[in-house]
């Protein structure tokens, strides 16, 4: 066993305990601060750096692999964790419905006949076909059922969730969630009056072990207690996001009787406890594809420990529950449809009403901002924005406060105006300065030892006084991305027998999908453009569809309709997908006007 050191966090006014073989980055996990670690602590992403003060020293160092001593001071501040994530969403028109329902007998309603059971007089009272349910339920009956103040009855379509003594002023309340691979939301709401009672979000902690679905995967590979770890991580998470709606609403968790859940495949698998390990391998196999039905104290989520626990079916592969959710938050108006899903990984479908076909595609991280010089994501001092105008550039930074990066919309932005205006060609190739009309723009291309770079920001802007630079393999980077994305939606559209121009719109969900400018991703070619389809951008349509199905058992059986109507296509065994592919890399220069 190591010995036991103390940290120091002064910026937060927080101190730890910790064995000296811990790492600063799982020293702010445990404070509740994880750092970002994209590559999974292999060190090579940067990401995680942080400022600390040893020996009286400052120093900049890489939190996934830098151990802690006794007395180091970390100084972070908090603000790392702060990220736009997406919460608004579009609910579309229903009529609220729920499968979990509660119902108050009183003690007249309860009168059993001689030699009869208490069970079947229950099930004459409340006229409902129901399962017969566990011993643990029965004991309850047994205690509860003759109560002179009657019985309270909770139901879960056909199968009984709890039974209480009567208390007629009682709420019930029931939770959905759209859980992320960098971020987690969660909605509460009313089960009587159908009403939202509250709504908060945190990233997932599970970002301290990796950024993305292949780091977890391989983490729970590679470690022992892997899976454990991760689906703890991600249990804490969704438990803090419920104790802060309780403790802001007032709410009594154990009145909140069912948590729904959607989330991509390897998601969902880490928050059963599945094993993800062959999502991670062809043939993409899942441990199941139906909607999950469970118990809240089997996950250790912290509502009432009988609440249900239901969760959306995955589609196929790599496509989950949250792509699931994303098709039952559309209309069924017989319109066809390009859906594209654009977060920390990608899906893609098309199709109409019931009626999809779907896939994912592997864009990489670069959106995120993995692999990039000065790419970030999407949190305080990200830029977001860029605009070039007269030689001029422009940037909006996330917080308005001094830049420290660039994230995945700020990038498709300024990629786009450097191709608009010839600093880089449709090879994604830098030109020659001398070949740059703008003197202000020629003198932002530069060469540094790593080759070419265009200056965003200068040192003089920055954060941490060094100047901000697009480089060469940064554009290259982006070319894979956009590539994947291009021909996964394209070649979707081929395998669905419809043309491009057959669409009559194009939705955009997600947060990427939702923050990035639809006019310059199509201009580079990252998103399809055909004449007269417009582009929507629906927010994080996950979210909505998971807050459908908690309130509308109709809602339900669409859901489970498309999943078992949907066909999944992987895209990239297709015989035509490596020349698409290829052929996609160019920047296209697509003029929608």
Avoid at 494 to 522: H, P, R, T, V
């Amino acid at each position: 066993m190591s010995k036991i050191i103390k940290v120091y966090f002064p910026l937060l006014g927080k101190e730890l305990e910790i064995g000296e073989d811990s790492k600063i980055a799982d020293a702010c996990a445990m404070i509740g601060d994880p750092l970002n670690q994209v590559c999974g602590g292999k060190g090579k992403c940067g990401k995680c750096a942080v400022e600390i003060i040893q020996d009286g020293k400052e120093l900049t160092v890489l939190g996934c692999i830098t151990k802690v001593s006794d007395g180091m001071q970390i100084m972070i501040t908090g603000q790392e964790a702060i990220s736009q994530i997406l919460t608004t969403n579009m609910i579309k028109d229903i009529e609220p419905d729920p499968s979990l329902k509660s119902f108050f007998l009183k003690r007249e309603e309860l009168k059993t006949e001689l030699g009869e059971s208490d069970w079947l007089t229950l099930l004459r009272a409340l006229n409902l076909n129901l399962h017969k349910p566990s011993i643990e339920l029965l004991r309850k009956l047994s205690n509860v059922f003759h109560n002179l103040d009657g019985i309270e009855v909770i139901v879960y379509g056909n199968i009984l969730v709890d039974i209480i003594p009567a208390n007629i002023d009682s709420k019930l309340y029931g939770l959905a969630f759209d859980t992320g691979t960098t971020s987690v939301v969660g909605y509460l709401y009313d089960m009587k009056t159908y009403k939202q009672i509250g709504m908060s979000s945190k990233l997932n902690k599970q970002i301290s072990i990796g950024g993305d679905v292949i780091s977890r995967i391989d983490y729970t590979i590679n470690n022992d207690k892997g899976l454990k770890r991760l689906n703890e991580l991600v249990v804490e998470t969704i438990n803090e996001i419920i104790e802060d709606i309780c403790k802001e609403h007032d709410i009594d968790k154990n009145r909140i009787y069912q948590a729904n859940f959607c989330g991509n495949s390897t998601m969902q698998h880490l928050l059963l406890g599945f094993n993800p390990a062959y999502l991670g391998k062809i043939p993409f196999t899942s441990t199941i594809q139906e909607t999950v039905f469970t118990r809240s104290k089997e996950l250790k989520i912290k509502i009432n420990p009988s609440g249900v626990i239901t969760v959306l079916p995955i589609l196929g592969g790599h496509v989950g529950g949250d792509t699931s959710a994303v098709l039952l938050s559309l209309q069924n108006d017989d319109k066809n449809r390009l859906i594209i899903d654009l977060g920390t990984n990608g899906e893609v479908g098309v199709g109409k009403n019931y009626s999809f076909k779907v896939s994912s595609m592997a864009s990489g991280p670069a959106l995120e901002g993995y692999g990039l010089e000065n790419g970030m994501r999407g949190t305080i001092g990200a830029i977001e924005r860029v605009t070039i105008t007269g030689g001029d550039l422009y940037y909006k930074v996330i917080g308005d406060v001094k830049p420290q990066g660039i994230c995945g919309s700020g990038i498709i932005d300024l990629i786009a105006e450097l191709l608009r205006y010839d600093i880089i060609t449709e090879l994604g190739a830098y030109v020659d300065s001398s070949k740059i009309e703008s003197p202000q723009l020629a003198s932002r291309l530069i060469v540094t030892e790593k080759g070419k770079a265009f200056i965003i920001a200068n040192s003089e802007e920055t954060e941490n006084n060094k100047p901000l630079l697009l480089t060469q393999l940064d554009v290259r980077q982006i070319q894979l991305a956009k590539a994947a994305i291009f021909t996964g939606c394209t070649m979707l559209i081929e395998e669905s027998g419809i043309k491009g121009e057959d669409l009559e719109e194009i939705l955009m969900a997600g947060a990427f999908g939702n923050y990035i400018n639809i006019d310059k991703a199509q201009y580079i070619g990252m998103i399809p453009y055909y004449e007269g389809v417009p582009v929507y951008t629906i927010g994080n349509a996950a979210a909505t569809g998971s807050q459908l199905f908690l309130l509308s058992k109709n809602e339900e059986a669409e859901c489970r309709k498309t999943a078992e109507n949907a066909i999944h296509i992987e895209i990239a065994s297709n015989s035509n997908f490596n020349d698409n592919y290829i052929d996609n890399l160019y920047l296209n220069k697509v003029e929608r006007y």
